[in-house]
Each structure stands twice: as C-alpha cells, then as structure tokens.
C-alpha cells in the first residue's frame, strides 16, 4: 500500500504483540495511526503493562476502497473492561471542521478550567465513554479548557505523551 495519508496500521501494534503480516495490518489515517486515538490506545495499553480479551471489530463502508471506516476496540485493562470507537479519519482535521482548533495568531486568554457541569474529583462526569481515560475532546466537551496542566484534578487520567506536566497545549 503506498499512499500520503494512509499508513499500513497495526490491529494489534507489534510492541503489544502483534503479528507483523496482512492479517494484521488495515489502510489507517496517517494521523489517527500515528497521534490519534489508535496512538492514544497502544500507549494506554501499554502504561498498563498489556490488556486482556482484546477483540477489535473493524467496519468497512463499502467493498470498493478495502479500507475500513470505523475501528471499534475492546479490551480488558486491570479488571476494567474498555471499548474505543474512532472513525478512520484525521482527528485533525475532524477537529478544525468542528471549529475545536485554535489559530496559532490569536491571542486570546484561556477561559475558565471550572465548569460548573464537572464536579472536582468525578472522573465519570467527564469520561464519557466510561472508560476509566479522559480525551482531549472529552474534556472540553464537558467544558474544560485547554492545556490541563499536572496539579489539575483532571490530569492523571488524561494522556500526557510528551511528559512535560501539560495536556492539550
């Protein structure tokens, strides 16, 4: 498969101990592969130190193109079942036609980290998917704003790739 958007995704990444052949491997967004929830999940995965009852069910639109539109993953992490849904889409531009994205040029000041419809401390009324992880997206849908920072209630369970005490900068 050669393509600018599309990478030979792993079902099962090779570092969790997937096999490294066709049954394996899917044509997945470029991004969502590499930075997206497929990403998010791997890493999730593996911080855990491996999951358990892994099953992926992975939809395609049409017969057509052969390549899936929608990935939906579930899986056991230390006594807690976990389903992840995600189209095989870029998270990107998905976020930028939702108008999620901020220009880099503005300027303007953060707005309030308290929303009022998230109690401190209540994980669930944030994770939406009860999924024990809070998203980027999960977290300003319920009203948070961008970045969360390491001595915000809210950041052990969100995803801190770079390790910098900041998420969503």
């Known amino acids: 498969m050669e393509s600018d958007t599309l990478d ?10 997937g096999v490294s052949n066709a049954y394996n491997i899917t044509p997945q967004e470029s991004t969502l592969n590499r930075h997206g929830d497929q990403a998010y999940l791997e890493d999730a995965i593996r911080k855990a130190g491996g999951a358990t009852d892994f099953k992926a069910i992975i939809t395609y639109q049409d017969t057509e193109t052969q390549i899936p539109s929608t990935y939906q993953y579930t899986y056991t992490i230390q006594k807690n079942e ?3 849904t995600f ?5 990107d531009e998905v976020n930028a036609s939702l108008g999620l994205t901020e220009d ?3 300027n303007s000041p953060p707005s309030s980290n308290a929303p009022s419809n998230a109690e401190e401390g ?9 999924n024990g992880q809070v998203t980027i997206q999960e977290a300003k849908d319920a009203g948070f704003s ?10 052990p369970y969100m995803d801190d790739r770079d390790g910098d005490g900041t998420v969503g900068e």
């Open 82 to 84: 976990i389903v992840d």
């Open 8 to 17: 030979e995704g792993h079902i099962i990444a090779d570092s969790l101990g």
């Open 122 to 130: 209540d994980v669930s009324s944030v994770d939406a998917n009860d």
């Open 146 to 155: 961008m970045p969360i920072t390491s001595d915000h209630w809210l950041y």
């Open 104 to 106: 880099d040029a503005s």
């Open 87 to 91: 189209d095989n889409l870029n998270p």
